[in-house]
């Protein structure tokens, strides 16, 4: 009698596409510093409010406008206090949660709504492909961020419509971007090998023409992720994003722009955690965009050392 064999572990196959990819991340040291970065800011995320959710919210008004390094009132001060003597970087480990969670949701739903739309309009050539890109023209007519600040002026400003909104502008950045490659893709020989064989247009689309248009997708979506950060901190500068109790980094710098004078870093600090996170998630998209292109991975790949 013969003994079974054990499971087999992790495909091969994938173990070393990991390997290879964390190897091409290291070399691209932006790429990497960018990574970490964005890992702490998940990890603020997630567990900042836990952490310090009383402290961000807990007034001291011995404390108001106290400069950074001030290290007598505890290290939650070596950032400063604001006007109600609230900790800065309380606040700024506890507002990542608001600001990504908004950016995040505004950025999936108009990914997938936005690539859905783009699969209907680009493998179909009929009346719904040319009702599908008007409503895209119209979207695109308006400025994203002046439209969103009418629909946000007219409606009640809260977490639920700002995230609407936002997606709602964003939404033909993937629909059009998804029907040029859906164009291009449909008529490629394996394509119309698997259409001649019988195959539905759901199986060709999900089977054959989704997995070459995701990596152009997942890039779109990172920059775009930061663009709508952007965008959500231009709204509450303006008032119109969310609203006090809540707090974002945006929201932050707006509270702190009457005291630039007095107490820069009010404002400064949220700021540039806006900035290097915006700067973190462009570094990634391009480490992306690069390393998922046949045709420019060379890059990544000579600057090891073993590439001489």
């Not at 505004?106 to 709504?113: D, F, H, W, Y």
């Not at 059009?176 to 020989?189: C, F, G, P, Y």
Request: glycine fraction near 8%; charge should be positive.
């Amino acid at each position: 009698m013969t003994l079974s064999s054990p499971a087999p572990g992790p495909a091969p196959a994938e173990a070393a596409a990991w390997r290879q990819s964390l190897g091409l991340l290291w070399r691209d040291k932006f790429a990497f510093a960018a990574v970490l970065f964005l890992i702490l800011v998940a990890f603020a995320a997630c567990f900042g409010p836990w952490l310090l959710g009383p402290a961000a919210t807990k007034i001291n008004l011995l404390a108001r406008n106290a400069p950074p390094m001030s290290t007598q009132l505890g290290w939650l001060y070596v950032l400063g206090a604001d006007s109600l003597g609230r900790s800065i970087l309380a606040r700024i480990i506890v507002g990542a949660q608001n600001t990504m969670m908004l950016a995040g949701c505004a950025v999936v739903a108009s990914l997938l709504i936005g690539s859905l739309l783009g699969f209907v309009a680009g493998y179909r050539n009929d009346w719904t492909s040319g009702v599908i890109l008007r409503l895209a023209d119209i979207l695109m007519s308006f400025p994203s961020l002046l439209l969103a600040m009418i629909v946000l002026y007219v409606l009640t400003p809260g977490v639920a419509n700002v995230i609407v909104v936002l997606a709602i502008t964003r939404i033909p950045i993937y629909l059009r971007t998804t029907r040029a490659e859906v164009l291009e893709i449909r008529e490629r020989t394996f394509v119309v090998a698997a259409r001649v064989m019988g195959a539905s247009p759901w199986r060709i689309v999900w089977k054959h023409v989704r997995p070459t248009v995701t990596p152009t997708l997942v890039t779109i979506a990172t920059l775009e992720f930061a663009f709508v950060m952007l965008s959500e901190s231009s709204l509450s500068f303006l008032g119109l994003g969310i609203q006090a109790p809540e707090f974002t980094w945006g929201a932050m710098v707006a509270q702190g722009q009457s005291y630039l004078g007095t107490a820069w870093w009010v404002a400064f600090w949220p700021g540039l955690a806006i900035t290097l996170t915006a700067m973190s998630l462009n570094l990634l998209a391009n480490w992306v965009r690069i390393a998922t292109d046949p045709v420019q991975r060379w890059r990544l790949e000579t600057r090891s050392p073993t590439h001489g």
